[in-house]
């Protein structure tokens, strides 16, 4: 989240508190809970906590809103389609990691 969305953030925990019939947090307690989930994205935590509105009756954690915000971020990690390297490939690239280990060593040495 962006410091340009603390308002946003303030805002929606306001409304979170509401929901669940809660007293309004304190200062310290709403730089807990952005401290805790400030590096996710704002509409990623917006849905965590919708997500966790619609399945939950009691006032969520921070505990449980990380791990939705988690269990999404995982999902949003695109996975690399391995090709098939041919043994001149192999061989090649083999080759250019000796040889940078090689300038390292000479490097350390120096």
């Not at 309004?24 to 704002?42: G, N, V």
């Not at 619609?54 to 995982?74: F, Q, V």
């Not at 080759?95 to 940078?100: D, E, T």
């Amino acid at each position: 989240m962006q410091e340009q969305e603390k308002s946003q953030f303030k805002a929606m925990m306001k409304a979170l508190t509401q929901l669940y019939g809660k007293q309004e947090f304190e200062q310290e307690l709403l730089r807990i809970w952005w401290h805790k989930l400030y590096r996710f994205d704002f509409q990623m935590v917006s849905k965590a906590f919708d997500s966790w509105v619609d399945t939950n009756k009691r006032m969520p954690t921070p505990a449980d809103i990380l791990e939705i915000c988690r269990s999404h971020e995982s999902k949003n990690i695109p996975v690399m389609i391995g090709r098939k390297f041919t043994q001149e490939e192999k061989d090649a690239n083999h080759r250019k990691l000796q040889n940078m280990l090689a300038k390292l060593n000479l490097k350390r040495i120096a």
